[in-house]
């Protein structure tokens, strides 16, 4: 029900920025939980941020004080602002939208990806 379109990715220099854009096909006032996860070669998917109907955040410690999550609702769009790049954040990102979390009939939905590459 819910499609999600990312886009920002790219290749930048150890201690650059990027912000990456996650688009989605309904009102993100009706989606309760909207967030970015990333994957790295061999490693599992981790959770980077998320931003709550009401805009409360979180952010995974690794990001924490370098990384925006960010919503505009009007645009149904959702932002991850990246500041202070490090070669550990190279990974594919992924947005992904949560209706009725905490219930038996929660539901995730998941962006195709992009890709971050951050150089030394």
């Known amino acids: 029900q819910v499609q999600l379109v990312e886009s920002g990715g790219g290749l930048v220099q150890a201690g650059g920025s990027l912000r990456l854009s996650c688009a989605a096909s309904?009102?993100?006032?009706?989606?309760?939980?909207m967030g970015w996860y990333r994957q790295a070669p061999g490693k599992q998917r981790e959770l980077v941020a998320v931003?709550?109907?009401?805009?409360?955040?979180n952010y995974a410690d690794s990001v924490k004080g370098r990384f925006t999550i960010s919503r505009d609702n009007a645009k149904n769009t959702v932002y991850l602002q990246m500041n202070s790049l490090k070669p550990e954040d190279t990974a594919v990102y992924y947005c992904?939208?949560?209706?009725?979390?905490?219930?038996?009939?929660?539901?995730?939905?998941w962006g195709q990806g992009t890709q971050v590459t951050v150089s030394s």
């Open positions: 992904n939208a949560v209706i009725l979390p905490n219930s038996s009939d929660r539901r995730d939905y």
């Open positions: 309904r009102s993100i006032f009706s989606i309760n939980v």
């Open positions: 931003i709550t109907g009401g805009g409360s955040t």
